[in-house]
């Protein structure tokens, strides 16, 4: 069985040897033929002096590669990013939904300001390239909060509420 990229075709080659002739399934007669769906094919080589000899093969066109399995990031401004990750196989990362600028090196987001990036990455597996999966990048600053000035609790309180107040 030979797994093959979908929207592409394959040519089946057999030696040529003088003499011999080809009969495939596909009715065409000579060494090779090109294919572009699944299925089964099968050859039978003859020649005059042997007996006629029949191999058989299953190709089979994956349009089934599953995207690499990513994590949204959120990162805190003007902090060290490290590179991004996804989980997949042969994993090569994108700038755009359609660039062709693919990298086998993951990227590292930058923090240097706030706001939402998008970045793509694909799989490939057997030879064949997944559909681009989307991560999302968040840089965010930082909360910058307190809750007040200390108190003290007294013994047996029910509760306290604290309130955040947020600092300029």
Known sequence: TLIICAD??????LPSVPGVSYA??????????KISQSGKYWVTATDPTCLPVTDTVTMLF??????PVVDDALLCFNQPASPLVARGKDLTWYSSPTSSDGNPVAPVPSTSDTGTTY??????????????????VEV?????????????????????VLQTVEEK
């Open 119 to 136: 970045y793509y990455v694909t799989q490939t597996i057997l030879g064949c390239e997944s559909p681009r999966a989307k991560l999302t």
């Open 62 to 67: 994956n349009s089934l590669i599953q995207q």
């Open 8 to 13: 592409t075709t394959y040519t089946l080659t």
């Open 24 to 33: 495939w399934s596909t009715g065409e007669t000579g060494n090779s033929i």
């Open 140 to 160: 965010i600053k930082k909360p910058n909060f307190n809750l007040g000035d200390d108190i003290l609790i007294p013994c047996g309180a029910k509760g306290v």
